[in-house]
T-cell receptor, first 114, second 115 residues
Framework: GAVVSQHPSRVICKSGTSVKIECRSLDFQATTMFWYRQFPKKSLMLMATSNEGSKATYEQGVEKDKFLINHASLTLSTLTVTSAHPEDSSFYIC??????????FGEGSRLTVL | GQQLNQSPQSMFIQEGEDVSMNCTSSSIFNTWLWYKQDPGEGPVLLIALYKAGELTSNGRLTAQFGITRKDSFLNISASIPSDVGIYFCAGQLGAGGTSYGKLTFGQGTILTVHP
């Protein structure tokens, strides 16, 4: 079964609203999680590294005020897309590092902004 | 930033045929990973390569970490319909630890297998 779970798997929202996506490690603690974004038929692009108990590290070109990341516990990281617009529509995927070179991806969350 | 050039972009093959895809980079990577992604799902790890020159198999899949550390290939032998999906290579630059999860992905190879 899945060891990293994302919720919701699909979300549709109106332009201007904020949407929160959760990433949970189900049977291990993850001090570090990662958020990726994927456009249709495109590659995964790393957005940020989520660090438990500290600020996330964002990749160049990713707006930190737009994509808020909170890693408040060892099993949960959240990505909040603030004031969403249609161009934010995408497939968001998280991964969690278990240590010893073990990295697990979530099932992804598809965001559609109308 | 780093880029991985993955080819081919897509492949249409008959069931039973062998498949080969590869990735090249201008940068040296410490780890090469190959993933498969089904529609609407997250990527699933197929093979991980940690040493230059390493050749690793996983069932009908075989992958190699190029000796220059700038390339890798994935072979699938005797393809079956369930091999359909998008295959991604991914490289990891860091020396280890939590940076292991910071991956650079290739553009993907879309594989279609005709019965």
């Amino acid at each position: 079964g899945a060891v990293v779970s994302q919720h919701p798997s699909r979300v549709i929202c109106k332009s201007g609203t904020s949407v929160k996506i959760e990433c949970r490690s189900l049977d291990f603690q993850a001090t570090t999680m990662f958020w990726y974004r994927q456009f249709p038929k495109k590659s995964l692009m790393l957005m940020a590294t989520s660090n438990e108990g500290s600020k996330a590290t964002y990749e160049q070109g990713v707006e930190k005020d737009k994509f808020l990341i909170n890693h408040a516990s060892l099993t949960l990281s959240t990505l909040t897309v603030t004031s969403a617009h249609p161009e934010d529509s995408s497939f968001y995927i998280c991964s969690a590092y278990r240590g010893r070179r073990e990295l697990f991806f979530g099932e992804g969350s598809r965001l559609t902004v109308l | 930033g780093q880029q991985l050039n993955q080819s081919p972009q897509s492949m249409f093959i008959q069931e039973g045929e062998d498949v080969s895809m590869n990735c090249t980079s201008s940068s040296i990577f410490n780890t090469w990973l190959w993933y498969k992604q089904d529609p609407g799902e997250g990527p699933v790890l197929l093979i991980a390569l940690y040493k230059a020159g390493e050749l690793t198999s996983n069932g009908r899949l075989t992958a190699q970490f190029g000796i220059t550390r700038k390339d890798s290939f994935l072979n699938i032998s005797a393809s079956i319909p369930s091999d359909v999906g998008i295959y991604f290579c991914a490289g990891q630059l860091g020396a280890g630890g939590t940076s292991y999860g910071k991956l650079t992905f290739g553009q993907g190879t879309i594989l279609t297998v005709h019965p």
